[in-house]
């Protein structure tokens, strides 16, 4: 009974805790001056967090403070009774879910403490329980041999349904015959009226043709006129043909003066790069002169360098041989000393 009744307080405050971590300053509040008050700092430090946890897209539960908060509720589950309010917004899932902890905590308490008169008014409950299912039993045989009896008659009615739909159907056959016929003579009003529409559209089609032949000459007309303005345009337009020669061979003299300046200035280039050149010669001596000095130069301190890495070396391995032949003479005199 212990283990449930620690069970469901583990439950009740697992359940209620995204309430409190959804209103951390109400809790802070009322656990303040409690033995629960460290939960405050767990909480507000996670808080600061959140926002670098989402941007990461990392599982907030996956989060090492958010283990912390679960667990130090979970040490703690006593604390629910801080905070009978947040059952009030419980969903259904999670009111279902407690109250079968509850009912199982009740069914385990009656186990425990039933006694052996009440396990005996138990069974008689359960024998009564069961001669009432087999009365009942009897009860719904009867009804399926009702019912079975109401299907029979309800087939009857269907087959007469069936046949007094047959002979509406017959009936509804004859009247689409008269209807089809009666169509038919529409067809044929239908047809002669448009036979007349015809005729009268063919002579409306004749004093349309008129009207086209007035308004072909009209056009004839109309296209003399335009080609004696065509004829104007084509004069104005040569005229700016003459103006757009005369432009482009002002633009040609202009073009070839400045290529003559352009090959002066090439010809100028050309001698200040020779210039260049001779310099250069003379520049490539001077730094191949000074590449030789600083060559020769690096060569001999590198000589130097070698030099007295190779005296050193002498002088540690000599060190070394004579700490050796100190130490092995030592260790000869003491085994001497021992065979003496």
Known sequence: MGVLAEAIERIKISLILPKMLEHPSHMAKVLQGTKYEPAVRLVYSFLRRKQFILREKRPPLADHG??????FFQRNHQMHVLFPRYYNHLSNEENRLLKAFNMLSEL???RLY???TEAIAQERKLYAMYKENERVKVQVDLLREKIHSQRMAHKWRMATKEANLQAYEEMLEKKKREKNQRLQKEIDRVNRMVRAKRKISIER???LE????TTKKNYDASTKAYMKLEMANREEKNKLILQLQALIKKYDHVIGERMIENI??????KAAKKVLDDFMVGYRKVERVYKEVVVKREEEEARHRQQRIIIFAMNRA??????YWRKWKKHMRKKNRRIR
């Open 108 to 110: 385990a308490k009656d």
């Open 318 to 323: 000599a060190s070394k041989i004579q700490k």
């Open 210 to 213: 008129e009207k086209l032949e």
């Open 66 to 71: 958010m283990i912390q908060i679960i667990d």
């Open 205 to 207: 089609q004749a004093e």
């Open 114 to 116: 039933r006694t052996s």
């Open 264 to 269: 002066e200035l090439e010809e100028q280039y």
